[in-house]
């Protein structure tokens, strides 16, 4: 063999090997996708499903800490208010209280979704989804945004509900929603 003959063998040994690692790069890549899209999906429907049975936003498997707080920080309102009503000389009065969806524009929540994106925009992943709700056929399917953050796992930072839908008494988004909860008693 010439040394033309070498160099060229190993131009071509090297190619494959360049080869091998970007295939083997890019399926990390696909699997590390794959696996996102799995727990996104199962963090959503997990928060769907206990939409309609419990109050989901006590969760710290789904929810970031700043929304977990920011829950408590409602239920205290509302006991604070209730305290403050059996005081009063009103007591049957009803108490501060969030009522429907608390994950939803629909006031009468999920019961169906479907994801369209996933993508990740400045460290944070953005999912959007399309929702129905099975039990109010003229209701039409409608699109929201929920932000997820890495906060040891994924998490939901905030969810972007549906202008269509959602009542001028309703927040345009979660965050929004539970800050001005918590701030209507001063």
Not at 68 to 87: G, M, P
Not at 170 to 177: E, F, M, T
């Amino acid at each position: 063999m010439n040394k033309t003959s070498i160099k060229m063998n190993k131009i071509v040994i090297l190619g494959a090997l360049i080869s091998v690692l970007a295939c083997d790069q890019k399926n990390k890549a696909e699997n590390l996708n794959n696996e996102n899209q799995e727990k996104i999906y199962s963090l959503l429907k997990k928060m769907y499903y206990e939409d309609g049975r419990t109050y989901p936003l006590t969760d710290t498997i789904i929810f970031s800490k700043e929304i977990v707080e920011l829950n408590r920080q409602c239920d205290s309102v509302t006991n604070a208010d209730a305290e403050r009503i059996a005081k009063s000389d009103h007591p049957t009065d009803k108490p501060l209280l969030r009522e429907g969806s608390s994950v939803s524009s629909l006031y009468e929540g999920v019961t169906d979704f479907k994801i369209n994106e996933i993508k990740t925009v400045n460290a944070k992943t953005e999912v959007t989804v399309t929702l129905s709700n099975k039990h109010y056929p003229t209701q039409k399917e409608w699109n929201e945004k929920i932000i997820f953050i890495n906060q040891n796992g994924l998490k939901i930072e905030n969810i972007y509900f549906n202008k269509d839908i959602i009542n001028y008494q309703i927040d345009p988004n979660l965050k929004k929603s539970l800050i001005n909860f918590i701030e209507q008693t001063y």
